[in-house]
């Protein structure tokens, strides 16, 4: 049995909170961590993304990206819907998110930025289809603890845009951390002519105490 199924008997869904596993009264999430998620909203238009990456928000992200809990986008994609509403995109706008890396994507059994890209495509009501592709495999296994420049060094060449690509995009992605795979997609995407906005569910929001 895998972990997407033993997650379903152990947490059935709207039974208990897809976040911390309370009982959840027929919600995807618990009242407490739905006050946790609203205590962490960012303005999105301004952060380009919906939560800062801790508590309730980083729960759902980890059981989207590491247990399959493909419910956990469907309450990420609410902010995120709200947010892409305020940035007035275009009616025939296209929703895409960062590929993953088809190695990767086998073992973990889903493409989480796929999923979450679909879940705020189906709030906005708009088309959602891969327009990036992952070039090349990435060589390096994670990018954590990198800075900027070296993020961005080791994504040069590693996307490349669909051909024939819609007018008007958003970029969905999970966690931004220092914006260099966004960017590095998003300028790809401009290359190739269209205009992107980009929004991610989470941020990570450093020295809060200043």
Same mark, same amino acid.
């Given at each position: ?5 033993? !997650? ?7 039974? %208990? ?57 469907? %309450?990420?994609?609410?902010? %995120? ?8 995109? $275009? ?5 895409? !998110? ?76 999970? %966690? ?25 569910? $989470? ?8």
């Amino acid at each position: 049995m895998n972990v997407k199924n033993i !997650w379903k008997i152990l947490f059935p869904e709207r039974v %208990v909170c897809v976040a911390c596993g309370r009982p959840s009264r027929g919600e995807l999430i618990c009242e407490q961590c739905q006050d946790e998620l609203d205590a962490l909203r960012l303005d999105g238009t301004v952060e380009h993304a919906s939560y800062r990456y801790d508590g309730a928000a980083k729960k759902l992200i980890h059981r989207l990206k590491f247990d399959n809990v493909t419910a956990a986008a469907t %309450v990420l994609a609410r902010a %995120v819907a709200l947010d892409a509403l305020k940035l007035h995109i $275009a009616p025939d706008t296209v929703v895409t !998110w960062v590929t993953m890396p088809e190695k990767r994507r086998k073992e973990r059994g889903i493409d989480h930025g796929q999923v979450l890209a679909r879940a705020v495509a189906l709030r906005l009501g708009l088309e959602c289809r891969r327009l990036l592709i992952r070039s090349q495999e990435n060589p390096f296994r994670t990018q954590r603890g990198s800075s900027k420049a070296r993020r961005l060094r080791n994504l040069q060449g590693m996307f490349a845009a669909e051909e024939n690509l819609p007018r008007y995009i958003l970029l969905v992605d999970d %966690v931004l951390t220092t914006g260099a795979t966004t960017e590095t997609c998003a300028a790809c995407l401009r290359a190739g002519g269209a205009h992107v906005s980009v929004l991610t569910a $989470a941020k990570v929001v450093k020295n809060l105490e200043g």
